[in-house]
């Protein structure tokens, strides 16, 4: 039998229905690098932190749930950042497919680097992976840095990349008031997305405050204190303006 990956996880979630198709396991990974000022989960910042497990003991524990999925559902793995852990990712994702579970990895792409050995393992990543979720925070790179700490070349050479081979992805944007929910930026991420040849769904995700008690509780300061979440009326506007229901895999959002 082959030897089970040890990895390091926050949480998990029996019953995903937004983290991609289908009903979903959700596996939230612990380390981030990031630092964007509307997380909701910043205790999954901490890179040694969470609980290790096995990947037999999560895929154990995610086929328990199987019979809920439909034809559509699987596994999810979130974060944190889970490109901060490809071994064990990958290996949890070739023992999934192993059994004709569907894959989905959740990222932003900030560790993403064409430098050795990152690379080929992000491409084994790959093999064994049906779908990306790329959270793209901010086009503008300078401000994607006042956003999450960390600029965003990297990310769009990523996207790029994936384009190149192929890999299916789902766009998403958080929509946040007096960061990203400018036209000017919507505008330029809109063209960016069209370069792309591999986009299946476009997603726009209403900045909320429901993870401010985390912050509080870690003692950390909330850089976005006093920003309401957008209004319907923008929050409109910005799919209008990403074209969102240009991709296939649209759906309508209830706001």
């Known amino acids: ?14 019953f995903g229905t937004v983290d991609g198709p289908g009903i979903r396991f959700i596996v939230f990974t612990q380390g981030c690098r990031m630092r964007c000022q509307f997380c909701h989960n910043p205790d999954t910042w901490k890179i040694n ?9 999560l895929l154990a524990e995610a086929v328990r749930y199987q019979g809920y999925w439909g034809k559509d559902g699987g596994i999810t793995v979130s974060g944190g950042e889970p490109l901060l852990q490809l071994p064990f990712v990958t ?13 989905t990895l959740d990222t932003c792409g900030k560790p993403f680097t064409f430098d050795e050995p990152f690379f080929s393992e992000f491409n084994e990543l790959l093999k064994y992976t049906d779908l990306i ?3 793209i925070k901010h086009i503008d790179s300078e401000q994607h840095k006042v956003l999450t700490g960390h600029f965003n ?11 190149d081979i192929g890999q299916p992805v789902w766009i998403r944007h958080v929509l946040v008031p007096e960061r990203t929910d400018y036209d000017e930026y919507l505008i330029r991420l809109d ?25 509080r509780d870690l003692g950390i300061d909330y850089p976005l204190e006093g920003i309401d979440p957008p209004t319907k009326e923008r929050v409109l506007n910005a799919q209008n303006l990403l074209h969102v229901r240009d991709y296939t895999g649209y759906q309508t959002r209830k706001f």
């Open 133 to 135: 979720l790329f959270d």
């Open 153 to 163: 070349e990297n990310i769009v050479e990523m996207a790029k990349y994936l384009s």
């Open 191 to 215: 063209a960016f997305v069209k370069t792309l040849k591999n986009v299946d769904k476009f997603e726009v995700l209403p900045y909320h405050t429901m993870g401010i008690y985390k912050w």
């Open 1 to 14: 039998m082959a030897e089970s990956v040890t990895g390091r996880i926050h949480s998990t979630e029996n």
């Open 91 to 103: 290996d949890l994702f070739k023992k999934a497919k192993a059994q004709g579970i569907h894959t």
């Open 49 to 57: 932190g969470g609980r290790e497990v096995t990947t037999d003991e």
